[in-house]
Each structure stands twice: as structure tokens, then as C-alpha cells.
């Protein structure tokens, strides 16, 4: 599906079912996908299937990112890590979602892909309000000098899901992370137990770690 707008887009999301919540709603209203995007594709910003960013890496399909995102519930005020961040879109989601009393931590580990992110992130002036703090490194290793997070959030596949992960969530917090089949969302309730749900269908490319 090939669509004119951002507002078409983020309707037909919505008719579909995928996109629920107001707060993610609005927010893919504000963070426009075409920011997120490489000039040679910008004809095809609002297509929902995902498109080239170079280095083998990819801006994820809009369906997949509303769903993972629908699972994620990011709210007000969390504190959020963002694995693979990728073309930055996700990041700015995020920082939209949670406000300027939250925090988006963002890892990216492919030094020209962070650049590009970086700089699709900066047009929206999280990194300078100080809502957005990003990196380059391994980000199946999480970021320990923050954690623990209210909710992780990765667009990679993983063949097991890192303990580094689950360790650094906070309790009643959420991490989504997809695997080989599909996508995994991991609550890790008030007395730490965790529980496991899992969505078939979906396809990523995978995680890299160092």
C-alpha cells in the first residue's frame, strides 16, 4: 500500500486496527516517516512496507512499528531504551510519546547508520531538549549506566532474547523484541516473575552484536 499522505497513512492504520492507543496515534501523526528516509526513496515515504537505509539495514514496515509499539504502551514520563534505532524513527516515536519528562536512550551499533540516524533525530530537536540520549555500540548489552528501563524496545531479530535485556527492565516493565518468527512482548511483573507472549509473522534483520 502506497499512500499520498502521513495522515492517509496513520488512517489506514487506524481502520485496520493496529493503531489503538491516542498517545501512539498522535505521535505518528507528529514524526513524520518521511524525515526518517533516504532521498531515493522519499516517493515512497508512506508506503506501508519497509524500505532501504543502506548497509543491509531497513526503516521497518508503519503496520509492524504500530504494532510493536502497540504492545510496548510506552507512556508519559518512562524511560525508555531503544535497541537498534536504525533510520531514528522509532527514537522520535518515543520521545514524542514520552514527553519531556521521560527519557529515550537509543543504541545503534553500524557507525554510518547511527550518522544517519543522528540526523534524522536532530530535525526534531529531542537530542537538544535533552529527551534523547543515543550511542554507538552493542545494544544487546543494554545500557547499564541508565537502567533500569520502563520499557525496551528492539527492531532486530535475536536468536535468544539477551538476559542483559530482561535484567535491565524494570519491574512491571515491558521489552519487545522480535525473533526469527516473529515478535516477543516480555512483562516483567511487580514481583519480577516474567511473562511471555508471542506474535508469529513478522520478519527483521537481525541483531547485530559485537
Known amino acids: 500500500m502506497l499512500f499520498k499522505t502521513n495522515r492517509d497513512l496513520v488512517n489506514y492504520l487506524i481502520r485496520n486496527g493496529v493503531l489503538k492507543s491516542e498517545e501512539i496515534i498522535n505521535a505518528f501523526l507528529k514524526i513524520d516517516r518521511i524525515d526518517f528516509i533516504r532521498d531515493e526513496n522519499k516517493f515512497e515515504a508512506y508506503a506501508d512496507y519497509p524500505l532501504p537505509i543502506g548497509y543491509g539495514q531497513t526503516i521497518s514496515q508503519p503496520w509492524t512499528v504500530a504494532f510493536m509499539l502497540e504492545l510496548l504502551q510506552p507512556q508519559e514520563e518512562n524511560k525508555v531504551l531503544d535497541v537498534g534505532f ?45 529527551i534523547v540520549e543515543i550511542k554507538r555500540g552493542d545494544g544487546s548489552k543494554g545500557w ?56 508469529y509473522g513478522f520478519s527483521f534483520v537481525p541483531l547485530v552484536s559485537e
Open 86 to 130: 536504525g533510520s531514528g524513527w522509532t527514537t522520535c516515536l518515543l520521545a514524542e510519546i514520552v514527553g519531556e519528562k521521560g527519557r529515550v536512550y537509543g543504541i545503534e551499533i553500524i557507525p554510518e547508520i547511527f550518522d544517519f540516524g543522528k540526523k534524522n533525530i536532530e530535525k526534531y530537536n529531542f537530542i537538544k531538549k535533552k
Open 144 to 199: 547499564k549506566e541508565y537502567a533500569p528501563f520502563d520499557r525496551i524496545l528492539v527492531s532486530a531479530s535475536a536468536d535468544e532474547i539477551p538476559q542483559n535485556l530482561i535484567d535491565q527492565l524494570n519491574l512491571n516493565g515491558i521489552l519487545v523484541i522480535p525473533d526469527k518468527t516473529g515478535i516477543n512482548q516480555i512483562i516483567k511483573k511487580e514481583n519480577g516473575q516474567i511473562e511471555k507472549y508471542h506474535y
